[in-house]
C-alpha cells in the first residue's frame, strides 16, 4: 500500500510560481512511476508530469518549459515546480504513484492550484 499527501497549492497570479510535493509511504516509492495530473470541472483528468524510477520524464505539451517534475527517493517525496503560471493552469492537482511490479496504482487527495489577478 501507498499513501500519497499532496501540498503547497494555492493562489498565484498569472507569471507566478508554485511548487507542490507529494509525500509518499511505503517502501515502493523508489522503483515506482510518480506523475502529477490535474482535473477541471466537467474534464477527465489529465497527465501534466511523470517521472520514472530512472528520473526520466515526460511532459504534457501545455506545460513543457514551464513545468519540471523531479523526485527525492530519500524523502520518498515527488515534486512539481510550476512557473510563468496562466490561468488555464487552474485545477485540482493529483498525486499518482503507479507500481510497475503489481500494476497498482495510488492517487492522493488533490491539492487545488488557482491562477487569477
Known sequence: QVQLVESGGGL???????????AASGSEFSSNIMGWY??????????????????????????????????????????????????????????NSYSTDSRDDYWGQGTQVTVSS
Open 12 to 22: 498565484v497570479q498569472p507569471g507566478g510560481s508554485l511548487r507542490l510535493s507529494c
Open 38 to 95: 490535474r482535473q477541471t470541472p466537467g474534464k477527465q483528468r489529465e497527465l501534466v508530469a511523470r517521472i520514472t524510477s530512472g528520473g526520466i520524464t515526460i511532459y504534457a505539451d501545455s506545460v513543457k518549459g514551464r513545468f519540471t517534475i523531479s523526485r527525492d527517493n530519500a524523502k520518498n517525496t515527488v515534486y512539481l515546480q510550476m512557473n510563468r503560471l496562466k490561468p488555464e493552469d487552474t485545477a485540482v492537482y493529483y498525486c
